[in-house]
């Protein structure tokens, strides 16, 4: 069981906007900014897409967008597009042990 | 551009040891944070731990009794050591170096190998 708390699967038709949430608790999510999201394709390593909950790094498409409330965040993807059709992962840093915890991931298919 | 090149044995023996070696490539290992992550076939991704360029580390609890984490910075490489392994050990993992963000110097893996599968088999 994942520490953070993800769908495990979800779906959208291209140029819709989907919102991936991660639930954790006051010790990780709620406890810092330190959030970020990671987009995986099959047989390849995993690439950050959003860090300290809404930064997008340089090269990352503006349709990526983080936030969060609580002790949920959210990845939403705008305009959907057959490329980000992949698995995506959340992460946060924790008050405690393990300093580091992830989501069981989310498979986005774009139909 | 840093790049992270993972290497060691792809197969390990039952209640042996698993050694992995993190080779980096277009930049220095000091001044950061390195880390180990593992990813079962088919399931997500598992923090193992982490290792300052001076040494200091940290793991996860449930790992912590069979892991050590080592960096050689005259290499400019970190390695993995898992101990008396089984077949929930079988993974692809994962190095990646941490990236500062605004208000501190390691908020979110910014770089990663490209991974290794380990079977643990007989």
């Known amino acids: 069981q994942s520490a953070l708390t993800q769908p495990a699967s979800l779906s959208g038709s291209p140029g819709q906007s989907i919102t991936i949430s991660c639930t954790g608790t006051?010790?990780?999510?709620?406890?810092?900014?330190?959030v970020s999201w990671y987009q995986q394709y099959p047989g390849k390593a995993p690439k950050v897409m959003i860090y300290?909950?809404?930064i997008r790094p340089s090269g990352i498409s503006n349709r990526f967008s983080g936030s969060k409330s609580g002790n949920t965040a959210s990845l939403t993807i705008s305009g959907l597009q057959a490329e980000d059709e992949a698995d995506y992962y959340c992460?946060?840093?924790?008050?405690?042990?393990?300093?580091?915890?992830f989501g069981g991931g989310t498979k986005l298919t774009v139909l | 551009q840093v790049q992270l090149q993972e290497s060691g044995p792809g197969l390990v023996k039952p209640s042996e040891t698993l050694s992995l070696t993190c080779s980096v490539s277009?930049?220095?290992?000091?001044?950061?944070?390195w880390s180990w992550i593992r990813q079962p076939p088919g399931k997500g991704l598992e923090w193992i731990g982490y290792?300052?360029?001076?040494?200091?580390?940290n793991y996860n609890p449930s790992l912590e009794s069979r892991v050590t984490i080592s960096v050689d910075t005259s290499k400019n490489q970190f390695s993995l050591r898992l101990s008396s392994v089984t077949a929930a050990d079988t993974a692809v993992y994962y190095c990646?170096?941490?990236?500062?963000?605004?208000?501190?110097?390691?908020?979110?893996?910014?770089?990663w190998g490209h991974g290794v599968l380990v079977t643990v088999s007989s």
């Open positions: 006051s010790s990780d999510v709620g406890a810092y900014n330190f």
């Open positions: 290792i300052y360029y001076s040494g200091t580390t």
């Open positions: 992460t946060s840093y924790t008050t405690s042990s393990p300093r580091w915890v």
């Open positions: 990646a170096r941490y990236v500062a963000g605004p208000t501190a110097p390691a908020t979110h893996f910014g770089y």
């Open positions: 277009g930049g220095s290992i000091s001044k950061y944070y």
């Open positions: 300290d909950v809404s």
